[in-house]
């Protein structure tokens, strides 16, 4: 009987035990602000402790050491990073991070350097620089492994890291400039008062009112010079030196609070005003650092682009009107083609043309985007740039001597060579006078990460060009 009793208490007492409470539902994961953190950079990390030794404050945000063998190494943080930057750049993987490495061989009074990126932001990035060696392989060879050392601490406790010290300064040259003229920068890139650098540490932290003028010149201020003689001067109770070059003066001194030199540089007449203005603000409170993030650097598997459609990658620069094309059907013969042209359907139909053509000449597929006016394309390698467009309307009035004959595909051509680039102007039909309807500009690029002024003469990818032309005209 108390067994069956027993049982009888157990059984009500599972009865009027309550349901476990639901879990609760996981909070939502808040997407990174890259800026903020590349804000926190800028303010709080001193460029020289990713140096591998102690090295010399150039600017604010930028750190020199001199190595070995002469060549030097130079760290800058928050340096300025777009699309055009990295779209020639080969991108790796190190420590988890995005990082892009360019180089610039010899090239006239250009030093051969190795430039390596890690962004912090689709604006910022750490730049690494290594120059004044005799080969960019070499300068590259001593980068990398600094770079991993970068990567490896920029992934590690960054409060840390930027603990035990106060920024020398945490000021950019935009941000004084633009408070004391009253024009507070819109975005990180400064607009109409922007850094006139992008990815080059070797250069002071520089920045121009470039979109109006002052006193009849332009109005540029320098965080990170070298002395220079002048007459003595006072920049509210800061000794300075002014040199008057015809109408544009520079005045430099050492503002209070920070250890390089600034420069203000633009026409006589009430430049010392501003120049006291900046002083004082130098001299006051420096800006917050924000809370430390818990890392920094762009993981390799996500974007460090800005909010671009991602078919406009196919241009250094981007249009403003740029998106992905729509594949269209493709009439069949040329004069079906020319006639399809002439709709609003036409430069989708251009760019189906030339994604097919790439795809035909190369055995890979390419990347090709729409703009208002023609369709840009690219093969996968990135090792040639097209522009591509149908022109109905076209017609060829006279020819040129100065530009070849050619044939393409059976069809009448005129070439415009330009040593890297050649515009193919070719006739839709067999008949000269229609030379100019089908146009196609193709440019060899050099190789991906070559960071020379111009790009080389390259027979064989230009010779690639033209049977990407061939494969166009085939369709017709």
Request: charged share 20%; proline share 10%.
């Amino acid at each position: 009987m108390r067994a069956w009793s027993l049982l009888l208490l157990l059984a009500l007492a599972a009865c009027s035990t309550a349901p476990p409470a639901p879990s609760p539902a996981p909070a939502p994961v808040k997407p990174v602000n890259w800026e903020e953190q590349a804000d926190w950079a800028v303010r709080a990390l001193d460029p020289c402790v990713l140096l591998p030794s102690p090295g010399t404050l150039t600017s604010p945000h930028a750190c020199e050491l001199t190595l070995d063998h002469g060549q030097t190494m130079t760290v800058e943080v928050g340096g300025g990073f777009n699309h055009f930057a990295r779209y020639r750049s080969q991108l790796y993987e190190e420590n988890g991070l995005r990082v892009y490495l360019s180089y610039q061989p010899a090239a006239g009074y250009t030093p051969v350097n190795c430039r390596l990126a890690v962004p912090l932001a689709p604006t910022r990035a750490v730049w690494l620089t290594v120059s004044g060696g005799a080969d960019y392989r070499r300068e590259c060879d001593i980068a990398r492994p600094t770079m991993r050392s970068i990567t490896a601490k920029l992934r590690g406790d960054v409060a840390a890291l930027a603990a035990g010290h106060e920024p020398r300064t945490r000021w950019r040259a935009c941000e004084p400039l633009a408070r004391v003229l009253g024009r507070a920068p819109a975005d990180p890139t400064m607009d109409a008062i922007r850094d006139t650098r992008v990815g080059d540490p070797s250069q002071a932290d520089d920045c121009e009112w470039g979109d109006y003028r002052f006193a009849g010149r332009r109005l540029t201020f320098t965080l990170g010079t070298v002395p220079e003689e002048g007459a003595p001067v006072r920049v509210g109770t800061v000794p300075a030196r002014l040199t008057d070059y015809q109408g544009t003066c520079v005045l430099i001194w050492a503002p209070t609070g920070t250890t390089p030199l600034a420069t203000l540089r633009g026409g006589c007449a009430g430049l010392t005003d501003v120049a006291t203005k900046i002083q004082t603000l130098l001299g006051g409170p420096p800006p917050p650092v924000p809370p430390a993030p818990a890392g920094l650097g762009i993981p390799r598997d996500q974007s460090d682009e800005p909010a671009i459609d991602p078919a406009c990658l196919v241009s250094a620069v981007p249009p403003a009107d740029c998106r992905a094309h729509k594949q269209l059907p493709v009439p069949a013969g040329g004069v079906a083609i020319l006639k399809a042209a002439a709709t609003p359907d036409g430069v989708d139909l251009a760019c189906t043309l030339l994604a097919d053509a790439i795809r035909s000449a190369t055995g890979r597929d390419g990347q090709v985007a729409y703009t208002g006016l023609q369709c840009l394309g690219t093969t996968a390698d990135r090792n040639l740039d097209f522009r591509f467009k149908l022109d109905p309307a076209s017609n060829l009035s006279r020819w040129d001597p100065r530009n070849p004959r050619i044939t393409v595909a059976g069809f009448p051509a005129m070439t415009v060579d330009l040593g890297t680039a050649r515009m193919l102007l070719v006739s839709d039909t067999h008949d000269e006078q229609g030379i100019g309807r089908v146009h196609l500009e193709t440019s060899t690029t050099a190789p991906l990460g070559e960071a020379t002024p111009e790009r080389p003469t390259d027979p064989a990818r230009l010779a690639l060009g033209d049977r990407v032309a061939a494969a166009l005209l085939a369709r017709f």
